[in-house]
């Protein structure tokens, strides 16, 4: 096996495949780069068994890639990636001795290092699914953005540490909740399509991350097993949670007895000053709400209280006055991006409906609790 390459190209596809690999994996293959040369193109791979990614680089004017032979070998990650992003070359050339002692060459630097054969590597399935659907990638990090906060972070129930993605004719419903708050997204697609899978927020967010910044789609493929993420010459693939995920048309509200618009940045910064008043370690805050003037208060035994008008309010219907996790409804305002919101009440303990009034695209809902009195 012999290769040279643009150094800076390699470290990018090198990190994107990184990106799958643990640092605990049980099979030393697994916490390695397998690197496998043809004869016109270089596969990259990493796995730890839940996600798996696959780079394939073919010769361009941009990448520089030029192959004597062919070959291919595992290496640990962490030692090949501190060389790549350290050499100080345009160009980076491998060879291979041995089947498992590869040699790195900058121009004025030569690394040896000892890896692992090439058919070691575990035998992993890339096949397509056949349920498949296209996001630009300005939509894929949006959904990732506006609901995988509200995605659970514990064991107990793993469904929920994803985003559920329910494809229903042409409208693609991506939700998120941890039982105490829930946010959606709804995306309208040109092809009419039927699933339901849940698809781990970690998983989504490497994805993410690996994305650059060109504006290209995003081909998704689908099975009740796996999704399959192909892009920029990668395939990104990851297992589905296990287990049913909520039926959330149950928990979103459709009638409501009062509403409250407001300025978003207003409602967030007079949150954001009471998030030092902690009651058992939670930022509680009271909303009361009347059409005559809505105020925001808190209050701890321990520490002090606050109360704060907003002024930007409009709120029309029933007087009401209710508790909810501050925390939560800064990240939803957060989350939602938008420049003035709208809260839809049902009443002091159920679920409060969070929105754009001139998008009802995206939602979100926090669940109040009982009051700090």
């Known amino acids: 096996m012999n290769f040279s390459i643009d150094r800076k190209y390699f470290y990018d596809q090198l990190s994107i495949v990184a990106r799958a690999i643990s640092p605990y994996s049980p099979l030393p293959a697994l916490s390695g ?20 990614i696959k780079t394939i680089i073919e010769p361009n004017e941009e990448n520089q890639l030029k ?3 062919t070959g291919s070998i595992i290496i640990e990650s962490k030692y090949l990636l501190e060389i790549i992003r350290k050499l100080e070359c345009k160009i980076v050339s491998f060879e291979l001795f041995d089947d498992t002692l590869i040699r790195i060459e900058g121009d004025h630097g030569t690394f040896h290092l000892n890896g692992i054969e090439g058919s070691e590597y575990p035998s992993i399935d890339f096949y397509q699914p056949q349920n498949e659907f296209i996001l630009s990638k300005k939509q894929l990090k949006e959904i990732v953005r506006q609901t995988g906060f509200a995605c659970a972070d514990s064991d107990s129930r793993p469904v929920l540490n994803g985003i559920n993605f329910n494809m229903q004719g042409e409208n693609l419903y991506c939700s998120a909740t ?17 699933f339901n899978i849940t698809i781990s927020n970690r998983s989504l967010n490497e994805i993410v991350k690996s994305l650059n910044q060109e504006e ?58 009471t998030n030092f008043i902690l009651t058992d370690k939670v930022h509680l805050i009271k909303l009361e709400c009347t059409p005559k003037i809505v105020e925001i208060k808190t ?3 321990e520490i002090g209280d606050s109360k704060e008008e907003l002024l930007s309010s409009i709120y029309g219907g029933e007087d ?53 009195d």
């Not at 780069?33 to 839940?50: F, K, P, R, W």
């Not at 941890?178 to 040109?190: E, Q, S, V």
């Not at 800064?330 to 991006?337: M, Q, R």
Request: charged content about 25%.
């Open 178 to 194: 941890d039982t105490y708050r829930l946010a959606r997204k709804r995306i309208t697609l040109p092809q009419e399509n039927t």
């Open 67 to 69: 192959i004597e032979s």
């Open 33 to 52: 780069i397998c690197i496998q040369v043809e004869a016109d193109h270089l596969i990259l791979m990493g796995s730890d068994s839940t996600i798996s």
């Open 299 to 301: 209050r701890s035994s």
């Open 320 to 372: 009401l006055t209710l508790t909810c996790n501050g925390s939560y409804m800064l990240d939803a305002l957060k989350a939602l991006g938008s420049s003035r919101v709208e809260l839809s009440f049902t009443g002091v303990l159920k679920p409060i409906k969070i929105s754009d009034p001139e998008d009802d695209s995206t939602l979100m809902i926090v669940v109040p609790v009982r009051s700090i």
């Open 216 to 273: 290209e789609d995003i081909q998704i493929f689908v099975d009740q097993k796996k999704a399959q993420f192909i892009f920029d010459g990668t395939t990104f693939q990851t297992r589905l949670l296990d287990g049913t995920f909520p039926d959330v048309e149950r928990i979103i509200p459709q009638h409501f007895i009062s509403t409250l618009q407001i300025d978003a940045r207003e409602l967030s910064n007079a949150i954001d000053r």
